[in-house]
């Protein structure tokens, strides 16, 4: 009873003071807001005790659980020590250890991480510095971005330019610089007959003809790696990547991978782009990078970029910073992070999981009223045929009632669990996903 009260309070209080992202707000005049008391491995507790299986790792960052014992210690024993430092002119263990095994993660590579605090952020660094490159190599013209159909970059108006979701484009047009974008790969609109490998090949060539008209004034092309995350779960042939890598040497032009949320496992490999067995020339990594526990972000980028930068002048050095550069916590959650992902072979150890997830969803896939049904490493989504436009709200409102966080997009269902998911977890997962499917 005094908890009930409690919750409640905090919701009014919550509504009251909080302006949540990407919500209408006038929403949750009757769309539950869920008061969230604590987390533990996949599930989290509300104030009353309910609890939700987080099948959608809280907006993709979580991949070893909540209040994960490991780093949970990692960071207590890091705040004994130091919490933060500016990072110009100053540097720390954490972030130094860091960039070595982001950079051993990439086999030498791509040998330098420049920091921010959030994905969009990376986008923007990554973006800002393809341009500054060409600028310091006497190519000013090469101004512009190319990014695929139905991209997502991030929300602020840099990464908001190059990201290709109609909604945000047509309110904030006015504000963003112009972009241009070249056929999806995303094996969905293949032609009849057509295999995915041959569609993204297609794919490929429109992207040819697009950079031999444009490549004088063309900086880098931005790709989200085999998975297009936020308009739907667009999965796509690793030729494309292959191809597209080939494109973009052949004509003077970046090739950005936004890993943020394909990095860090989540395809099968812990960079989705070592699929296509490429190198990018900039790498934007965040989300999962310190198990979800604090905001992070990386640009990785190739010695031969770094050193265009280095010189005498100021003005030819990268201009950006943020406060929280290279924050010591959140450098430390990372690390805690990779240790994971080493002691307990977690790449492997998904390869198995992954398809036991995929086994158990076999109903999911072969359900009347499912389509498209689809997997890439961890993650599943297939799309849900209804007439009804508010379908997302009302499948996540039945979802939270069966004790599962699932958040659609649109008519598309998707699972991407955190990594630590057990047995039983993927049993009640897809049994009652089945049973809201079941309904109506
Ligand atoms: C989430 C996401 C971003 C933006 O990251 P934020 O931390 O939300 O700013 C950019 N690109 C991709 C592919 C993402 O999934």
């Not at 067995?277 to 965040?286: A, H, R, V």
């Not at 990386?298 to 950006?320: I, K, N, P, S």
Request: proline share 4%; aromatic share 10%.
């Amino acid at each position: 009873m005094q908890t009930s009260t409690h919750s409640d309070l905090l919701l009014k209080r919550s509504l009251a003071a909080v302006w949540h992202p990407c919500t209408q707000m006038k929403q949750h005049e009757w769309l539950p807001l869920v008061p969230v008391a604590r987390g533990e491995g996949c599930w989290l507790y509300d104030c009353d005790g309910r609890r939700y299986l987080d099948a959608i790792s809280s907006w993709w960052v979580n991949l070893f659980g909540h209040c994960n014992p490991r780093i949970n210690a990692a960071l207590r024993a890091q705040l004994e020590s130091l919490e933060h430092v500016l990072l110009a002119g100053f540097s720390h263990e954490p972030v130094v250890e860091l960039s070595e095994r982001l950079a051993r993660a990439t086999g030498g590579a791509l040998g330098h991480c420049f920091y921010a605090s959030d994905g969009a952020s990376a986008v923007e660094i990554a973006l800002k510095m393809s341009f500054h490159y060409w600028r310091n190599c006497g190519r000013p013209a090469k101004t512009r971005f190319v990014s695929l159909a139905g991209s997502y970059h991030g929300e602020t108006l840099g990464a908001l330019a190059v990201t290709d979701v109609r909604l945000f484009k047509d309110t904030y047009a006015p504000l963003l610089m112009t972009s241009s974008q070249v056929a999806s790969p995303d094996w969905r609109l293949a032609e009849q007959g057509e295999s995915a490998l041959d569609y993204a090949a297609r794919c490929a060539q429109a992207l040819g003809r697009h950079l031999e008209q444009h490549q004088g004034e063309t900086a880098a092309l931005i790709v989200e790696p085999l998975v297009q995350g936020a308009t739907g779960m667009a999965m796509y042939d690793a030729e494309y990547l292959r191809r597209a890598r080939a494109i973009c040497d052949h004509y003077a032009v970046h090739l950005i991978v936004d890993e943020i949320m394909t990095g860090c496992g989540r395809t099968g490999t812990f960079f989705a782009h070592e699929q296509a067995g490429i190198t990018p020339d900039f790498l934007c990594l965040s989300k999962g990078i310190t198990g979800g526990y604090l905001p992070l972000s990386v640009v990785m980028t190739r010695d031969a970029v770094y050193q265009a930068f280095y010189d005498e002048a100021v003005t030819r050095g990268f201009l950006h910073s943020h406060s929280y550069t290279g924050n010591a916590l959140a450098c430390r959650a990372a690390l805690a992070t990779l240790d994971i992902f080493e002691q307990d072979r977690v790449i492997e150890a998904n390869r198995a999981k992954s398809a036991r997830l995929t086994a158990a969803a076999r109903p999911i896939a072969q359900h009347p009223r499912v389509k498209q049904f689809r997997n890439t490493g961890m993650i599943w989504a297939f799309e849900v045929e209804t007439a009804d436009p508010e379908f997302a709200r009302k499948f996540f409102a039945q979802a939270l009632e069966r004790e599962l966080l699932l958040r659609p997009l649109g008519n598309t269902v998707y699972f991407m669990p955190p990594y630590v998911i057990d047995e039983d977890e993927i049993e009640l997962l897809v049994s009652r996903t089945l049973a809201i499917l079941d309904t109506d």
